[in-house]
């Protein structure tokens, strides 16, 4: 009787570790398979960056203030800005490029600068009358002196500049 119950319980403890074993064994086959699995998945990421790099674009396009401009050359670097050309005549080039056209050769009854004589009275009329007569021109006796010599697009300062000169030199 007892020997009978033992042996049903030993069947039925068999089964019960025969069931686990069975478990274990599947559990670990699985685990393998998904391993395998996973390395294959590596494997193919790897190869598929390697594709990724060799059909890689020569050229990259990259906004300003990206990290990977400051690595790259500076082709585009702006140029430096043009040195500022003084558009101001002065008195001693205005003189010749304007007021010696009448002045130099004594055009139009125009008081040559050799001739220091015929300037004393017109100085003796005072430097107001003289600016007034060279920015507003004006007519003489010996002729007309036109307004800035003609030239009224000119700044009463570079006008007066040049007249500055030419008193200069007839000025004892
Ligand atoms: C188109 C010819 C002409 C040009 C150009 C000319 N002048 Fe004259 N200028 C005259 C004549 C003519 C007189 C004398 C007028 C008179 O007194 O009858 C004169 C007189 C003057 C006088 C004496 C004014 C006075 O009250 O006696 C000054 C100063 C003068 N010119 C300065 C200049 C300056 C500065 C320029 C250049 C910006 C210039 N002129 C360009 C014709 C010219």
Not at 2 to 13: A, C, L, M
Not at 86 to 102: I, K, M, R
């Given at each position: 009787m007892?020997?009978?119950?033992?042996?049903?319980?030993?069947?039925?403890?068999?089964?019960?570790?025969?069931?686990?074993?069975?478990?274990?064994?599947g559990?670990?086959?699985?685990?393998?398979?998904v391993?395998?699995?996973?390395?294959?998945?590596?494997?193919?990421?790897?190869?598929?960056?390697?594709?990724?790099?060799?059909?890689?674009?020569?050229?990259?396009?990259?906004?300003?203030?990206?990290?990977?401009?400051?690595?790259?050359?500076?082709?585009?670097?702006?140029?430096?800005?043009?040195?500022?050309?003084?558009?101001?005549?002065?008195?001693?080039?205005?003189?010749?490029?304007?007021?010696a056209?009448?002045?130099?050769?004594?055009?139009?009854?125009?008081?040559?600068?050799?001739?220091?004589?015929s300037?004393?009275?017109?100085?003796?009329?005072?430097?107001e009358?003289?600016?007034?007569?060279?920015?507003?021109?004006?007519?003489?006796?010996?002729?007309?002196?036109?307004?800035?010599?003609?030239?009224?697009?000119?700044?009463?300062?570079?006008?007066?500049?040049?007249?500055?000169?030419?008193?200069?030199?007839?000025s004892?």
């Amino acid at each position: 009787m007892t020997e009978k119950r033992d042996q049903q319980f030993f069947d039925g403890f068999m089964l019960l570790v025969g069931i686990f074993v069975g478990i274990v064994a599947g559990i670990l086959l699985l685990g393998d398979l998904v391993g395998e699995g996973l390395g294959a998945q590596a494997e193919e990421g790897a190869a598929q960056s390697a594709i990724v790099e060799r059909i890689r674009p020569i050229g990259e396009v990259a906004l300003i203030g990206d990290p990977t401009l400051a690595a790259a050359p500076s082709g585009g670097a702006t140029a430096p800005p043009p040195a500022a050309v003084s558009s101001t005549l002065s008195g001693t080039e205005l003189y010749d490029q304007l007021c010696a056209l009448c002045h130099a050769a004594g055009v139009g009854g125009a008081p040559l600068l050799t001739d220091l004589a015929s300037w004393q009275p017109r100085i003796e009329q005072g430097a107001e009358v003289l600016r007034d007569h060279v920015i507003n021109g004006y007519q003489g006796s010996a002729g007309v002196m036109p307004a800035k010599g003609g030239r009224t697009d000119l700044s009463d300062a570079e006008v007066l500049a040049a007249m500055q000169y030419m008193l200069d030199q007839v000025s004892p």
